[in-house]
């Protein structure tokens, strides 16, 4: 049962179908496809059973699917799963959906494998329950369970980043993103714009950013027994030149 929480701003249907085309776009359903078969190689899962948390529109829902592992995917946003199912079944595969916020879902030794992709990791004003969602991962994992977890990593954003940045889609399309740093370097706050048919929208989010030190050490908090750092899918060292933080955590 979920829990009665204050809404924060993922909780808002409009601000993901607004932003669907730009986060989503159809080169991404290619790019999941290319980056399971390597996340697969790096985790190196023992069995087949997958949970797909923060799912999105299922793309690695179904890629997992495609490969024959048995998938639960997991999100709050019905926009967003109405999608996955879609896009599930426009692909013949069958996966589990599950309406639910990550904070609250759990089932016990139920998974080999468990993904956090596309930084769907730091959300909440309370900082606090980033380490709830871990330790519910981690409770979900049977013992030698697997954990992906792909997010920005602080210094790569540290390294990368601009106040302002403009995109265009090919419609015309145009999203004006602003970006602050603030509490002691710990949170990004952005202002997205979306500028479509003469009309604009715009969405204030904020989320936690995390180091690669701060990141290990979370998810030894969370009982993981061995915690892995790499700057992509293919196992690159997690340096300088790194343009993700992926976290392979072992329970």
Not at 172 to 194: A, C, P, Y
Not at 224 to 247: C, I, Q
Request: glycine fraction near 8%.
């Amino acid at each position: 049962m979920e829990r009665e929480r204050k809404n924060e701003w993922f909780d808002d249907d409009g601000f993901w179908e607004e932003l669907f085309p730009f986060m989503f776009g159809d080169w991404r359903i290619g790019e999941a496809e290319q980056q399971s078969d390597a996340l697969l190689a790096l985790a190196a899962p023992a069995g087949r059973r997958v949970l797909d948390l923060c799912c999105g529109p299922g793309r690695f829902s179904v890629a997992m699917a495609k490969r024959g592992f048995k998938v639960t995917g997991v999100d709050r946003t019905t926009f967003l799963l109405d999608k996955a199912k879609s896009h599930a079944s426009n692909s013949g595969t069958e996966v589990e959906f599950v309406q639910c916020d990550m904070r609250d879902f759990m089932r016990p030794e139920a998974f080999d494998l468990a993904l956090s992709m596309f930084t769907s990791f730091g959300y909440f004003d309370d900082k606090g329950e980033d380490l709830r969602v871990l330790r519910n991962i981690h409770t979900s994992l049977v013992d030698g369970g697997r954990l992906v977890l792909d997010v920005m990593g602080k210094e790569r954003i540290a390294k990368i980043f601009l106040k302002t940045v403009c995109d265009t889609l090919e419609d015309g399309s145009m999203l004006l993103q602003k970006h602050e740093i603030f509490d002691d370097w710990t949170r990004i706050r952005n202002e997205w714009i979306v500028i479509r048919d003469g009309k604009t929208r715009s969405f204030k989010f904020h989320h936690t950013v995390y180091s690669g030190e701060e990141l290990r050490s979370l998810l030894f908090r969370a009982g993981f027994r061995e915690v892995k750092l790499y700057g992509d899918y293919d196992g690159s060292v997690y340096g300088v030149d790194a343009r993700r933080l992926v976290a392979i955590a072992a329970k």
